[in-house]
Each structure stands twice: as C-alpha cells, then as structure tokens.
C-alpha cells in the first residue's frame, strides 16, 4: 500500500514537471523577450527629466531589441512594415523615417505602448516632461496609422470594393501588411473617403514608399480606377496582369484596341447582311413544322455563336471606356468610327420577311 501511494506520488510530480514546461510556450511561438532582454542601465530610465539626460540617446543595442521584440510579436505592424522597407532597401536607410528611434516611435507612440518591446521608449519618451532630446527629434512617422485603425480601413474599403490585396488581408488579417496594403488601395482609389488618414501621412512624409505616386509599395506600377475622365499610363486594361508600364506599352494597348473596335464594326456589318439574307430566303410560316424547325438548327446555331461574339466583343469595349483613361476611352472611339467609315457602305438594306412570316 504504502508503495503504491509513493509510486503514485511519484508519478503524479513528473507531470508536474511536464506540464509547467509545457505551459511556458504554450501556443507555438515563443514568448516576447521580457523587460531583462532590453539594456536599461541608464539612470535616464528611471528618471528622464533629469537635466543631465536632456543629450541621452538610447543604445544600439536597446533599440535593435526593441525592434526585434516588437516586430518577432507582430510583424504586420505599420511599424513592423517600415522596419522591413528601411532594412531591405539601401535607397531609404539615410530617410530620417529609417532611423531606428522612430521605428521604435511608430510601434510606441499610439500604436502598442503595453507591449514588452516598448518598455525602453515608453520609460525614456512616455513621458510629457522627459527632456531628452531625441524623443522629439527623432519622433515617429507623423499621422501613420496604427494597426487598428490600417485594419478597420482596409476592411471599410474592401467592403465596399473588392481590389487586389482584399484578399489575403480578409482570410487572414494576421498575414497582411497593414500600411502597404492601405496604401495600395487609395493609391488606386484616392479620393475615397476611408483615405484620409493615408492623404494626411503621405502630405506630412512625401517621400515614404506608401507615398510614391504611380507605384505600389513594392516598386511596381500602381493601376488607378478614378471614376473621373483623367490620363495616365497605368490602368488595368480588363485583366489584372494587363497593366501597361510604359508609354510604348500604352501606345501599343491603344492600337490593339482601335483594330478590335473596326472589326468590331465589320463584324456587325456582316452580321446584318447575314441575317438579311436569312429573312428574305424564310419560308412561308404555313408550311413550318417540326421538320423546318430542325432544318433551321444549323443557322440558328450559327446566330448564336455570332451574337456571343458580338456581346463578348462589345462588352469589353464598353468596359475599357469605363476605365475613365482618355487615351484609352478614344482609341475605342476612333476604332469604332473608322470601322463604319469602312464597312456601313456594306450593309444590306434591311428586308422584312415575307408576308405572313415572324
């Protein structure tokens, strides 16, 4: 008996054990590095307003623990994202948006104060009366959005409009890059109301990425969809991978459009003429059965084939003018005006079928 409670005991303090392990990563991801990961010897810490810290400027190695606690946690955070641009890119490191003090900010300021990594600024900058210099000087990227608010945005305008990025941003917020995603957005749409903050950011710090007129956060060109008549190259021309990049490329996409427009037309004309013909060969409608009807299949099936053509066709046409792109609205235009030009001496006087017939 007494074995038998010792063995059970015994037992009982190995899943102790196992569990109180286990509970420390519980969830799959590795805890954020506590207040200890974050050098903070400085007096400044304790005491920012002090006199003597007014020329204090926190460590390298503080603010690369901070970035990396905070970004390690979550990385979808506007701040995360500027991080990522500053370090991936050498074209923007000297930007006083890439100094590592504001990174730290943009996560800090509004955004995530309570979080671990923010423990350094939010001692040394937290507080109104700190007199070091560099909280102010190297301050976060004024009017970006803090992660919340990117979020709700991006859900607002998405709600609205499905546009590329939706997405992913929709299926799993926790994969998408907040700021970049935003920034596409109204890139495309800038007038909509959800991007004020963006406007705002972008009047303040011209030169951010998420800024640049005509291309996306990632460098590519950024297609509008302005529902005003406007010029421009970048525009999606019926298909998400058909945006041209270059004047050529436009120049090249308005000749392909005009042809289709004249043949468009030609098509027409020669639809008319068939049908024309059709209704002058129509028997008397006394002498239709179910014999003629399965007679005509041949041509009806050929009406049908033509009139999807001619839908299919003049839909897109339709949809290209809707882009609002004035090259792009007159080269479908002119090709349609040249094409009567070319083809309506052609057309058939219309013939009524025969008396009697419908």
């Not at 509004?110 to 350094?120: I, L, R, S, T, V």
């Not at 991978?241 to 468009?264: C, E, H, R």
Request: hydrophobic share 40%.
């Amino acid at each position: 008996m007494k074995f038998s409670t010792t063995l059970i005991l015994a037992i009982s303090s190995i899943f102790s054990i196992v569990l109180g392990q286990d509970h420390s990563n519980h969830g799959g991801t590795s805890p954020a590095p506590n207040n200890s990961t974050l050098p903070m010897d400085s007096p400044c810490y304790t005491d920012p307003t002090s006199a003597t810290c007014a020329d204090f400027k926190m460590e390298g190695a503080t603010l690369d623990a901070s970035i990396l606690s905070l970004c390690k946690a979550m990385s979808y955070m506007p701040g995360c994202s500027v991080n990522k641009i500053c370090t991936d890119s050498p074209t923007y490191s000297a930007k006083p948006w890439c100094s590592k003090m504001s990174i730290v900010a943009n996560v800090c300021q509004n955004d995530m104060p309570k979080m671990a990594g923010c423990k350094a600024w939010v001692s040394l900058c937290g507080n109104s009366t700190s007199v070091v210099k560099q909280c102010k000087s190297e301050p976060e990227i004024s009017n970006i959005p803090t992660t919340a608010e990117a979020s709700a945005l991006i859900n607002s305008i998405c709600t609205e409009m499905n546009m590329p990025g939706c997405d992913k941003c929709l299926a799993v917020p926790k994969a998408c890059d907040n700021i970049s995603t935003y920034s596409d957005l109204c890139k495309s749409m800038p007038e909509m109301s959800q991007c004020k903050k963006w406007s705002t950011m972008c009047q303040a710090t011209p030169d951010l990425p998420f800024c640049t007129s005509g291309t996306t956060s990632s460098g590519e060109p950024a297609p509008s969809m302005i529902m005003y008549f406007h010029t421009g190259i970048h525009e999606y021309i019926l298909f998400k991978n058909l945006i041209p990049k270059t004047s050529g490329q436009l120049a090249g996409a308005w000749f392909a459009i005009f042809f289709i427009g004249v043949l468009y037309e030609g098509f027409g004309v020669f639809r008319g003429n068939l049908e024309s013909k059709w209704a002058i060969t129509n028997q008397p409608c006394s002498s239709l059965s179910l014999g003629s009807f399965t007679a005509s299949l041949p041509r009806d099936f050929i009406r049908l084939a033509m009139r999807f053509v001619d839908a299919t066709v003049g839909y897109c046409l339709m949809l290209i003018t809707m882009t609002f792109n004035v090259a792009l609205f007159f080269s479908v235009i002119a090709g349609l005006a040249v094409g009567s030009f070319l083809f309506a001496k052609f057309r058939s006087v219309s013939v009524e079928p025969k008396a009697g017939c419908h």
